[in-house]
């Protein structure tokens, strides 16, 4: 099992930066390095939408094209926990974060919500002027 708590929504204008954190409890005995994470999003109304994944060793990341360049997805295995840095934040960019992992995906399955086994209870990012 693991167990995901993520922080640092909140509101903000269009440009602001936030730093969204999620931290993991893994008490299956394997390491938190052994599961890739990703970050998702959903706004009312809509399906949750991929924005960022990390494999597990934090050396390869993907992102939703509409995030490249002012999103950055990052890891620190030894404290557990998974980072998502938006800048330049536009109003499009209203949703319910949610980080998940999962310790068996394949590279095809990272962008797909359905794929992973565990999720956090998300946090709120409003970015309006």
């Known amino acids: 099992q693991v167990l995901l708590v993520e922080s640092g929504g909140g509101l903000v204008q269009p440009g602001d930066s936030l730093r969204l954190s999620c931290a993991a409890s893994?008490?299956?005995?394997?390491?938190?390095?052994?599961?890739?994470t990703g970050w998702f999003r959903r706004t009312p109304g809509k399906e949750r939408e991929f924005v960022a994944a990390?494999?597990?060793?934090?050396?390869?990341?993907y992102y939703v094209d509409s995030v490249k360049g002012r999103f950055t997805i990052s890891r620190d295995n030894a404290k557990n926990m998974v980072y998502l840095q938006m800048n330049s934040l536009k109003t499009e960019d209203t949703a319910v974060y949610y980080c998940?992992?999962?310790?068996?995906?394949?590279?095809?399955?990272?962008?797909?919500?359905?794929?992973?086994?565990?999720w956090g209870q998300g946090t709120q990012v409003t970015v309006s002027s």
């Open positions: 998940a992992a999962d310790s068996g995906l394949i590279l095809s399955q990272i962008r797909v919500p359905g794929a992973y086994d565990y």
């Open positions: 893994v008490d299956s005995g394997r390491a938190f390095s052994a599961y890739a």
């Open positions: 990390i494999r597990r060793s934090g050396t390869n990341t």
